[in-house]
């Protein structure tokens, strides 16, 4: 290798399976690079071409598909592709595009073959993006340096800038030019310690105070944000993440207790995880119409399937899933607006069951209502009200969330009503429980505001938090309808399966698996007046009472983790291998391993459930 | 010497002759070997779409921008297509200048006296660099530097000189960016000129940064400058002779 060429050489060094090879092996690599470039949109790889090279993408992006044409892999600065084809018969298997202009380094077959001989590392990097990466995720630890499962602070690069909340807006803007950043904390320093109280950013700064032509020495306090949205140190960057989405803030400041660690900015986020679901959920909010958000809906499965081979767990794949299927919601709710103008009243779309619960995977139906402003005047409002609950219903339709077969959505008129009446429904369902009704209301219990005002859900919440602890008589009812659905625990012996037509030979993880956990575990946080609507929040709520034995709520948390994890790799396995993802498990699909932990975890599933009977006195087939 | 002189000549011959007919006249007339064979491996025809025209990418540090008073320190060339660079084929000489360093030239290129000093004359690689130009279309970037310096180093060494088309990356991007004079209002509302720079028309195509001022890597970033001009602004079957200068 020329020693010019060194740049070329500590590029390679930086990026996986290089970033191990000593340097004689890189120089000899680079000597027989070539070089390609590729404009935006043209192909790269075409399917069943002959092709002798790895490709490795200095700059740009890559898109890489499945026969089929589906997405497959978003590939981009310091990844490869193009090994599958080497591995096999120097036939693409994948077809590859650049989605970006494109810069790529070509390894020539004779080298790739030569490391695959000879370099355990590049062997086992290569196979392991193969699918036995898949298979074999379950059975491995997180690792700490997984996007999916680190923590907020690994984006913490400097001690967080900050400055009284009495200084002046020119003093706070020069401060921020100082220090080079892009948001300034504001402090509270009357009492014992400083307490944060407000934020401003580049952003604001441009909006509030130059549009507005503010003097120079208006207080900052009268522009600052002072309802401050922050998170955890110990929160997972994921969750950060979906916290800035969700709110769509840029600067998120990172607590411990009362004191400031730091603040991380959405780029910081961006720089992290650059092949993450954010990439997509940014996305969304990018299309300009349904078309484009149909476009970008076919990229959600393999997000999903990313975040599983990156180990993440059933807290956050549901949670991640959501926020994707709560971005379309609210972008659809936008380009309605936009469409059909500005709502006449206010009003709060609502997303029910697992999308509520923060609990959505791949195969979903969509469950919403629209929480009216009390003003409501059918008459004059509903026209508006109903076009708009159509175009964000047939909007999601178009992006896989299929039509509820219940009829659970805003364009049921009874779903799209003031809160007066929506209070009047959780009144009655709780006060006067008929088992048959409040089979279908459950849903209307796992509840969530997604868009406009959404103080109108935390008030439905706040209702169903007083009345439902109070009634024995409706948790009875409830308790009794979550005991329907049982564990498959003769699975493991005869095989217990659901008995309709194409599925004779399977049980359903969801029916027979998760969905009676959740069931149960709302039970209790009625009971306990919690308005958490994440199964896992509600074990933790749960778990401070005495509600349930401790080692009932770590059980059942296990059990339900582990049992919501087989699912979703079930899903995902299918979508690898180009099937429709379902629920639906094979017994001889399951791993020993997988096995024995269902039948452990369905145990504690059935005990549990057993402990629902007799704490609510739920008997199953009459009323109490 | 200036652009447009330096240029005058080419294109008054041009007209009676094309490339690859002077090459052949060329070759006849030269005298020193290595100069006929550089001719003797010819040139391609004018109607040759790029997409199958050879290029080699040229770029040359010298201690300053005058071929009369400067002289070349190092050399970088990197044969391609607009396919494919193959970087096997680049090469880099750093040759000792005939006139001193220059104090600011060093803070450019970082090529200093010491590593001068163990470097042979221009003459002692004239073969190996001919030869790596030889039945190509070198690019460069900025066409007043590599041609007339490799004239003078010539004149200077063998008495001949020497001539031969070029792809100019620059003139391209100058071509693309016509007007990048501002006007008195947009220089008032702060605007930036578009610069044509190496490093900077790289990025309007996607092209990574590279640390500028080494002759092999500034060669390199021209060929990949050249492969996405191209690509974004041309057709493959472009023939040579709407581009070359």
């Not at chain 1, 990018?286 to 809906?297: E, I, N, P």
């Not at chain 2, 590599?146 to 063998?158: C, D, G, S, V």
Request: hydrophobic residues 40%; glycine residues 6%; negative net charge.
């Amino acid at each position: 290798m020329q020693a010019e060429l060194i740049e070329i050489r500590n590029h390679l060094a930086q990026h996986a399976p290089f970033d191990e090879m000593p340097e004689e092996l890189l120089d000899r690599i680079v000597s027989d690079i070539e070089i390609a470039y590729f404009r935006a949109g043209t192909d790269i790889l075409k399917l069943g071409e002959r092709n002798a090279y790895l490709y490795y993408v200095r700059s740009g992006a890559v898109e890489i598909y499945r026969r089929s044409g589906e997405l497959y892999n978003r590939i981009t600065e310091g990844e490869i592709f193009g090994q599958f084809g080497l591995l096999m018969n120097k036939t693409v298997r994948f077809p590859a595009k650049a989605i970006e202009d494109s810069l790529i380094y070509l390894i020539p077959d004779e080298i790739f073959q030569y490391l695959w001989e000879n370099d355990d590392n590049f062997t086992d990097f290569v196979e392991i993006e193969d699918h036995s990466r898949l298979r074999s995720a379950l059975s491995r630890r997180e690792k700490s340096n997984q996007p999916m499962t680190a923590r907020v602070t690994r984006l913490i690069s400097r001690e967080p800038v900050m400055a009284p909340n009495t200084v002046r807006l020119q003093e706070a803007a020069r401060i921020m030019t100082d220090q080079g950043v892009s948001a300034l904390l504001l402090m509270d320093e009357n009492g014992d310690s400083p307490r944060l109280s407000g934020i401003i950013t580049d952003r604001d700064l441009r909006t509030r105070a130059l549009c507005e032509a503010l003097p120079s020495e208006t207080p900052i306090s009268d522009i600052m944000t002072d309802d401050l949205i922050t998170t955890n140190s110990s929160s997972f960057i994921f969750e950060a993440m979906l916290t800035m989405l969700h709110n769509n803030i840029h600067h998120l400041p990172v607590m411990d207790g009362d004191k400031v660690r730091g603040v991380i900015a959405l780029s910081d986020i961006v720089k992290h995880e650059s092949q993450s679901s954010l990439y997509l959920v940014s996305n969304i909010y990018h299309q300009q119409d349904v078309k484009g958000l149909k476009r970008l809906s076919k990229e959600v499965p393999n997000t999903f399937v990313r975040m599983v081979r990156e180990d993440a767990n059933s807290h956050m794949i549901g949670s991640a899933m959501a926020g994707i299927g709560r971005s379309f919601s609210q972008r659809l709710l936008e380009l309605g607006e936009e469409k059909l103008g500005p709502p006449p009243i206010p009003y709060c779309f609502m997303a029910l069951g697992s999308m509520a619960r923060d609990e959505q995977l791949v195969v979903t139906d969509q469950d919403n209502a629209m929480v009216l402003d009390d003003s409501f005047d059918p008459a004059q409002h509903d026209e508006y009200f109903l076009a708009l609950a159509k175009f964000v219903s047939d909007g999601l339709a178009e992006c896989g969330y299929t039509y509820c077969t219940g009829d659970i959505m805003a364009t049921n008129q009874k779903w799209r009503q003031p809160l007066r009446v929506w209070k009047e429904y959780f009144a009655d369902w709780i006060e006067n429980p008929k088992a048959e009704a409040l089979l279908n209301s459950n849903i209307f219990f796992d509840l969530d505001g997604i868009y406009g005002r959404t103080e109108y859900t935390e008030e439905l919440k706040t209702l169903i938090a007083e009345r439902a602890s109070n009634s024995q008589r409706f948790l009875a009812m409830l308790a009794r309808n979550a005991l329907n659905r049982t564990p498959p625990l003769g699975f493991f012996r005869t095989f217990v399966m659901e008995e309709s037509g194409k599925q004779a030979k399977t049980f359903n993880l969801k029916r027979r698996g998760t969905a009676p956990v959740s069931d149960l575990i709302r039970v209790h946080a009625l009971a306990r007046g919690s308005r958490a609507q994440n199964t896992f929040n509600r074990l933790k709520a749960i778990g401070e009472t005495k509600l349930i034995p401790e080692d009932g709520v770590d059980n059942l948390r296990d059990a339900f983790e582990f049992i919501a994890i087989v699912r979703i790799r079930h899903q995902a396995l299918a979508i690898e291998a180009g099937r429709e993802p379902d629920n639906n498990v094979r017994p001889e699909d399951l791993s020993p391993f997988e096995r024995s932990h269902l039948k452990d975890a369905f145990q504690v599933v059935s005990q549990a459930q057993k402990f629902l009977k007799f704490r609510y006195h739920a008997q199953v087939g009459r009323n109490v | 010497m200036s652009d447009e002189q330096e240029h005058a000549g080419s294109e008054a011959l041009t007209e009676t002759l094309s490339w690859p007919e002077r090459y052949r006249e060329l070759a006849e007339k030269a005298k020193d070997p290595r100069l006929k064979a550089f001719y003797e491996a010819g040139c391609v025809a004018p109607e040759t779409p790029v997409k199958d025209v050879p290029f080699v990418a040229v770029d040359f540090e010298t201690t300053g921008l005058d071929p009369d008073k400067h002289s070349i320190v190092s050399i970088g060339v990197v044969p391609f297509t607009l396919g494919r660079v193959q970087l096997g084929g680049s090469r880099h000489w750093l040759v000792k200048p005939q006139l001193p360093l220059h104090q600011t030239s060093i803070t450019i290129h970082g090529i200093t006296h010491t590593d001068i000093g163990k470097a042979p004359d221009l003459e002692e690689v004239l073969d190996e660099v001919l030869e790596s130009l030889a039945g190509r279309i070198p690019v460069v970037h900025y066409r007043s530097i590599e041609r007339p310096f490799l004239n003078m180093a010539l004149k200077w060494r063998i008495g001949e000189e020497i001539c031969f088309p070029v792809m100019d990356t620059m003139a391209i991007e100058a071509h693309l960016h016509p007007n990048r004079k501002l006007t008195w209002w947009q220089k008032l509302k702060g605007q930036q000129p578009v610069s044509i720079r190496l490093g900077d028309s790289r990025l309007r195509y996607g092209l990574p940064h590279y640390p500028p001022h080494n002759a092999l890597v500034d060669a390199l970033a021209s060929a990949e400058l050249l492969m996405a001009q191209i690509q974004h602004h041309f057709s493959p079957e472009t023939p040579i002779r709407d581009l070359w200068l």
